[in-house]
């Protein structure tokens, strides 16, 4: 896994809900420090607010062209994946270790990560992250898969 240092400058969206917000600080900075643009979507503090409005927001706003990829944040990462992958253009994938965060980018091309501030600490986000970042699409027999994804079922 190489560090973000080494990850070529990116526009990122990213977005909480109140159990979020404290990663989410965390990791704007670190995000910033490492050359990326950051957007970020809220919320803005600690106050009980409802994720999917977050990640809704999160979603249109790397639909329509304006960040490159997105990280999505909740108490477990679960909620906040659920309404992010609403819209179909999105891949949202919850992780909580390196490899699956790789991998969700490789074989599924993955733009928007999924993490669980109550699941995983800081440094784990960071690793997830840079694995996330650091990682190319692989293509190949993955095209066919990762195009369903943004079908209905009877269409796919």
């Not at 070529?8 to 990213?14: C, E, H, N, V």
Request: hydrophobic share 40%; charged share 20%.
């Amino acid at each position: 896994m190489r560090p973000t240092h080494y990850v070529r400058p990116m526009k990122i969206a990213i977005a909480s809900d109140h159990a979020g917000f404290a990663l989410k600080s965390e990791l704007i900075g670190w995000l910033r420090e490492n050359g990326h643009e950051v957007a970020d979507l809220g919320t803005d503090g600690t106050a009980s607010v409802d994720y999917p409005d977050f990640g809704y927001k999160l979603a249109a706003h790397i639909a329509a062209g304006k960040a490159e990829r997105g990280i999505a944040l909740c108490g477990t990462g679960i909620g906040i994946s659920i309404a992010v992958n609403r819209n179909p253009a999105m891949r949202c994938a919850v992780v909580i270790e390196p490899v699956s965060a790789r991998l969700a980018r490789e074989h599924n091309d993955a733009n928007v990560l999924a993490l669980g501030a109550r699941v995983v600490g800081p440094e784990l986000a960071r690793g997830c992250i840079e694995a996330f970042l650091a990682t190319p699409f692989g293509g190949g027999r993955h095209v066919p898969r990762v195009e369903k994804l943004s079908k209905t079922p009877q269409d796919a």
